[in-house]
């Protein structure tokens, strides 16, 4: 079973947009996802625009690989490393700690991800 970052059952990201690795709508740690997508996050128009510039477009919508496009307020599972560049350039969306894979602690500290927490307190 994955675990959240509290140690408990996973919750789902989102099933609409339907995101995850395995589009299973979980932010899981999956054997062959180089890009650790395990982290939860509340996508901001200006994390669109950032990741956008950064040579990954999660705005336009691919039918080929079964994507809607993203617009503000959608929850999506990034991978570790962009989540942390776009926090280290100020760019960095919200997250759900609930729906963020637990190994998440291995890449980026505790405290940075409370502070972008939607889910705590």
């Known amino acids: 079973m994955n675990k959240n970052f509290f140690g408990k059952k996973l919750v789902e990201c989102s099933k609409d947009p339907l995101t995850g690795f395995k589009r299973n709508g979980c932010c899981e740690s999956v054997v062959g996802d180089y890009g650790k997508h395990i982290v939860c996050a509340q996508v ?16 336009t919508p691919n039918k080929e690989n079964i994507f809607p496009g993203l617009k ?17 350039q100020g760019y960095a969306p919200k997250i759900i700690l609930s729906s963020t894979s637990i190994e998440i602690i291995k890449y980026i500290d505790l405290e940075i991800l409370k502070k972008f927490a939607l889910d705590l307190n």
């Not at 901001?44 to 705005?59: A, E, H, P, Q, T």
């Open 44 to 59: 901001d128009r200006r994390f669109l625009d950032f990741s956008f510039k950064n040579g990954n477009d999660l705005i």
């Open 72 to 88: 503000e307020g959608d929850r999506w599972c990034l991978c570790a490393g962009r989540w942390f560049q776009a926090y280290e």
